[in-house]
Nanobody
């Protein structure tokens, strides 16, 4: 199970940090080797925001590069998404995912959290 937290309302230019805690059951699945964040707005497909590989390689969507950072705390089994310089267009439901890296940079998501709403006021 993946549980997100940290969403909320923030003014444009502000920051938020999302957290995604993984339960022991997911952590013990051997083929799960990556984590990621995705987002979705009504009427649009879910889109990739950032991924983190087992060797701590990171990939970011172009629209968040330089503003968002994905990181992990292995001791807490938690992945974070630090979001800065937020824009109104960043408003979405953000989903945490756990999955498998199929190559050096591509993760196939297999498990999803319930999502957390991020709202950015202009």
């Amino acid at each position: 199970q993946l549980v997100e937290s940290g969403g909320g309302l923030v003014q444009a230019g502000g920051s938020l940090r999302l957290s995604c805690a993984a339960s022991g059951s997911i952590s013990s699945i051997n083929n799960i080797n990556g984590r990621g964040w995705y987002r979705q707005v009504p009427g649009k497909q879910r889109e990739l925001v950032a991924t983190l590989s087992p060797l701590d390689g990171t990939e970011y969507a172009d629209f968040v590069k330089g503003r968002f950072t994905i990181a992990r705390d292995n001791a807490k089994n938690t992945v974070y998404l630090q979001m800065s310089s937020l824009k109104p267009e960043d408003a979405a439901v953000y989903y945490c995912a756990a999955g498998v890296f199929t190559d050096m940079t591509t993760m196939a998501p297999l498990y999803w959290g319930q999502g957390t709403q991020v709202t950015v006021s202009s």
